[in-house]
């Protein structure tokens, strides 16, 4: 046997393994790094020690209602919504969203090691088009509970009454909606003549207060209104229905809610999210009245807080209508005396209360502005002539 021959084989077997061996630590070496990048991981430079450190860093998951607007940080455009922003020093940021023909948006916003904080900017168009909704008169305006319809008294020459009109769908106008009157006014009862409605938890009935307080319970499906002597129990009833979903939703929560929590969530003025996991409460600080948002969600969004403060206004003064937006995120407030001016501001506000954005401020003849379902239109009770009859208008801001 030639020991040449045996030693070469030995070498190249040796030098077969060690190739092996600096493929695997090479692939190994690249995994660990590409998982410590992903993870949050960066390399930074430390000047003074003239080293280089390893830190943990987090990321910002943006996105933007419409998208592919510029997103900057801390001054510096990054990228374009929607998209994740990686390598964030953990601490607070300023971020700001701009696309051409929208209204800036902006917050402070702040960064965790090794998390995503999600935001979704709603962006309001800086000119806003006004679209007539309806066009045979509308009154004393009421969203249901899921947004998907809205009730009026309408005093139309051919079938005066109450009406419904379904706000589903993109195309959300006069001639693209189909609203049909639930009850028409009799030659002894004038329905139109109403000054109030609110609808049941079910969305299947209506009860309606006249202007010289007679109440009224329409059913929706049969159409048919009989007169009620016992309004309040009624009411009564519907909130103890809602209130028996949403105790059975916090008993279940993961986490222990505070009572006083729960008889707020529970009373009559806790006015809930359309995602039932939030509600607006107010509360009196001296001569100052707060809106509150309390959040249940689990969990909780990075970034977002249980309790946060919406505004703070003076006890004294006419105090804003707020309905919820449809994404749950968001109010469309209503500001200004309107029952005695017939003028008003309409805004869009996060339930943080950051990112005030003016909708419409020009006359009102309702202090309710409601969202559509899709968010892309905001609908108010405005006439164009002093006198003539109101009318459902839509605000696009989008």
Request: hydrophobic share 35%; no cysteine; proline share 5%.
């Amino acid at each position: 046997m030639n020991p040449n021959k045996n030693d070469k084989k030995f070498k190249f077997k040796k030098l077969g393994y060690m190739e092996t061996l600096l493929t695997l630590l090479i692939i190994v070496g690249i995994s660990t790094l590409l998982y410590l990048y992903t993870s949050g991981y960066r390399l930074s430079r430390n000047d003074e020690k003239g080293t280089l450190d390893v830190e943990k860093t987090g990321m910002i998951g943006v996105k933007s209602i419409p998208d592919r607007a510029s997103v900057y940080i801390d001054g510096k455009v990054r990228t374009a919504t929607d998209d994740t922003v990686a390598g964030i020093t953990p601490g607070p940021h300023e971020l700001k969203i701009i696309k051409k023909g929208f209204n800036e948006w902006s917050k402070t916003i702040e960064v965790y090691e090794q998390l995503v904080t999600d935001i979704t900017a709603v962006l309001v168009s800086q000119s806003p088009r006004l679209e007539p909704l309806t066009n045979t008169g509308a009154k004393y305006p009421s969203v249901s509970p899921s947004l998907t319809k809205l009730a009026y008294f309408s005093t139309d020459i051919e079938k005066p009454g109450i009406w419904v009109i379904p706000l589903t769908g993109v195309n959300l106008g006069l001639f693209r909606t189909n609203p049909t009157v639930v009850i028409e006014d009799t030659s002894y009862t004038k329905y139109s003549d109403g000054g109030e409605i609110m609808w049941s938890p079910d969305e299947k009935n209506l009860l309606v207060k006249s202007l010289k307080g007679t109440f009224y319970i329409v059913n929706l499906d049969s159409k048919t209104a009989q007169t009620t002597l016992k309004s309040e129990e009624i009411l009564d009833e519907w909130v103890k229905e809602q209130n028996e979903k949403r105790k059975l939703f916090i008993d279940n929560s993961l986490v222990k809610i505070p009572q006083e929590v729960v008889d707020k969530a529970l009373s009559k003025d806790a006015y809930w999210a359309p995602d039932e996991k939030k509600f607006l409460y107010t509360k009196q600080n001296g001569n100052k009245l707060e809106y509150w948002v309390y959040n249940f969600e689990i969990p909780l969004p990075i970034g977002e807080k249980t309790e946060s403060l919406v505004m703070t206004t003076d006890i004294e003064s006419p105090q804003p209508k707020i309905n919820w937006y449809s994404d749950s995120f968001h109010f469309v407030i209503v500001e200004g005396d309107v029952e005695n001016e017939k003028k008003g501001t309409v805004s869009l506000i996060r339930i943080d209360g950051t990112n005030k954005t003016e909708i419409y401020n020009n006359t009102l003849y309702s202090d309710a502005a409601f969202s559509s379902p899709g968010g892309e239109k905001v609908i108010i009770l405005t006439s164009f002539k002093s006198g003539e009859q109101t009318d459902l208008y839509t605000v696009s801001i989008r």
